[in-house]
């Protein structure tokens, strides 16, 4: 039998272990980062809000670089009655960090809900550049467009039917702002 305070330091230790075995070398900061990212995840799962928020607000506090954290609080912030500004902050620094497929489509859920269409229209369409790129850097994808050049990337069945389902969601996005701007 574990007591409670073993069983907390289990997130921390499977991020340790995972760090080490992929090469990647992490902080005593950045492995507490993770286990409460990690435990946040879980408080969303079950809609409990605030707490996720408070946990999100620990795992920066502890790694002030995990672009993660800050998706997810944005898009609770969203979830929640913050101010559009907070979700779209929080948004745009996970951006700046690093940019990805499922923070491009939250940013432009929040951007839709607050009526910038424009914007939000533009988040769907780097969403699909980075499911296009399944992965790798959508920048690739862009200068092989600039050059005429139609990029094929292929990871095997399992991994593409993933990123044409992301791709399809994405879309769906994009035609509902396109919707909402009386325009298709």
């Known amino acids: 039998m574990y007591s409670l305070r073993q069983l907390s330091v289990l997130p921390a230790a499977l991020v340790l272990l995972t760090s080490c075995a992929s090469g990647v070398r992490l902080s005593p900061e950045q492995i507490r980062a993770r286990a409460h990212y990690d435990r946040a995840q879980d408080l969303v799962a079950d809609e409990r809000w605030e707490q996720a928020i408070e946990t999100l607000d620990s795992a920066l506090a502890l790694d002030s670089t995990h672009a993660g954290a800050y998706a997810l609080r944005g898009a609770v912030k969203h979830r929640t009655e913050y101010p559009v500004s907070e979700s779209l902050a ?3 620094r996970s951006l700046q960090i690093r940019g990805s497929y499922d923070t491009f489509l939250s940013r432009a859920l929040v951007r839709q ?5 424009d914007s939000a229209l533009a ?7 980075y499911a296009e790129a399944k992965g ?3 920048n690739l994808v862009r200068a092989q467009r600039a050059e005429g050049k139609n990029v094929v990337i292929d990871l095997g069945p399992e991994l593409n039917a993933q990123y044409a ?3 399809q ?3 769906a996005l994009r035609e509902r702002i396109l919707s909402d701007m009386g325009r298709q």
């Open 136 to 138: 790798f850097d959508s």
């Open 113 to 117: 809900a607050a009526g910038m269409l």
């Open 169 to 171: 969601r994405a879309l």
């Open 90 to 92: 929080d948004l745009d």
């Open 165 to 167: 389902a992301m791709r």
């Open 123 to 129: 988040d769907c369409d780097e969403a699909i550049l």
